[in-house]
T-cell receptor
Framework: AAGVIQSPRHLIKEKRETATLKCYPI?????VYWYQQGPGQDPQFLIS???????DKGSIPDRFSAQQFSDYHSELNMSSLELGDSALYFC???????????????FGPGTRLTVL | GQSLEQPSEVTAVEGAIVQINCTYQ??????LSWYQQHDGGAPTFLSY????GLEETGRFSSFLSRSDSYGYLLLQELQMKDSASYFC??????????FGPGTRLSVLP
C-alpha cells in the first residue's frame, strides 16, 4: 500500500539559510499535517491543510510557511534557520476532515534537519 | 488550552501486562488516540476511543472514561519489539490535534 513520502530524508543547512521540505500524502487523503519533533520530545503540531486550504495552525514560527498544491503535495518552507530548528519533521495525512473526531493519521518517515 | 499527562517511563518484562495512563484537559473533546513510535521511526496509529469503554485490538487494548478525562493503553503478552514510546493524543472540536509528552516503555528479557 502507498505510504506518505517525504523528501529529503536528511538535510544539513547553515544558520540563516533556507530549507524546503516536501510531503506527498497517501492518494485520496484530504488532510495533511506537519509536525516538528525534537530529541526526546513529543511531536509538536505546526500546521495542517484540508483540501489544499490551511485548516489549523499550531506552534509554527513566523519564519516558516507551508502550502498544499493542486496535486495535494505539501511543502514546508523554513527561512532564517536557527540552531534550534534542528529536529525531525514529520508529515502525516488522513482521510478525515478537520472537524472529524476520528483522526487516524499516517505518518511519513520524516526529514531530519540539522542546522549547523 | 489543552494539556495531556502521561508517565515518562514504564518498565516491564517479556510476557507481562503493562498499562500506560493518560489524563487530559481540553474543551470540545472528540476522542483519544494512541500512537507508537520506535526510536528514529515515525509514529504509528494504534487505537482511537470516542466513547467510554474498552476497545481491543489483538494484544493492545485502549480504554476511555470521558467523565474522568482519563484513558489508558493496555499491552498484553509483552514482546521485546514493544519497546518504544507511546503517545496519547486528543482530538477536540475546533482545536489542534495534540500529542501527550509520551511514555517510554522498556521491555526486559
Amino acid at each position: 500500500a502507498a505510504g506518505v513520502i517525504q523528501s529529503p530524508r536528511h538535510l544539513i543547512k547553515e544558520k540563516r539559510e533556507t530549507a524546503t521540505l516536501k510531503c506527498y500524502p497517501i492518494p485520496r487523503h484530504d488532510t495533511v499535517y506537519w509536525y516538528q519533533q525534537g530529541p526526546g520530545q513529543d511531536p509538536q503540531f505546526l500546521i495542517s491543510f484540508y483540501e489544499k486550504m490551511q485548516s489549523d495552525k499550531g506552534s509554527i514560527p513566523d519564519r516558516f510557511s507551508a502550502q498544499q498544491f493542486s496535486d495535494y503535495h505539501s511543502e514546508l518552507n523554513m527561512s532564517s534557520l536557527e540552531l534550534g530548528d534542528s529536529a525531525l519533521y514529520f508529515c502525516a495525512s488522513s482521510t478525515q476532515g478537520r472537524t472529524s473526531g476520528y483522526n487516524e493519521q499516517f505518518f511519513g518517515p520524516g526529514t531530519r534537519l540539522t542546522v549547523l | 488550552g489543552q494539556s495531556l499527562e502521561q508517565p515518562s517511563e514504564v518498565t516491564a518484562v517479556e510476557g507481562a501486562i503493562v498499562q500506560i495512563n493518560c489524563t487530559y484537559q481540553t474543551s470540545g473533546f472528540y476522542g483519544l488516540s494512541w500512537y507508537q513510535q520506535h526510536d528514529g521511526g515515525a509514529p504509528t496509529f494504534l487505537s482511537y476511543n470516542a466513547l467510554d469503554g474498552l476497545e481491543e485490538t489483538g494484544r493492545f487494548s485502549s480504554f476511555l472514561s470521558r467523565s474522568d478525562s482519563y484513558g489508558y493503553l493496555l499491552l498484553q503478552e509483552l514482546q521485546m519489539k514493544d519497546s518504544a514510546s507511546y503517545f496519547c493524543a486528543v482530538s477536540s472540536y475546533g482545536q489542534n490535534f495534540v500529542f501527550g509528552p509520551g511514555t517510554r516503555l522498556s521491555v526486559l528479557p
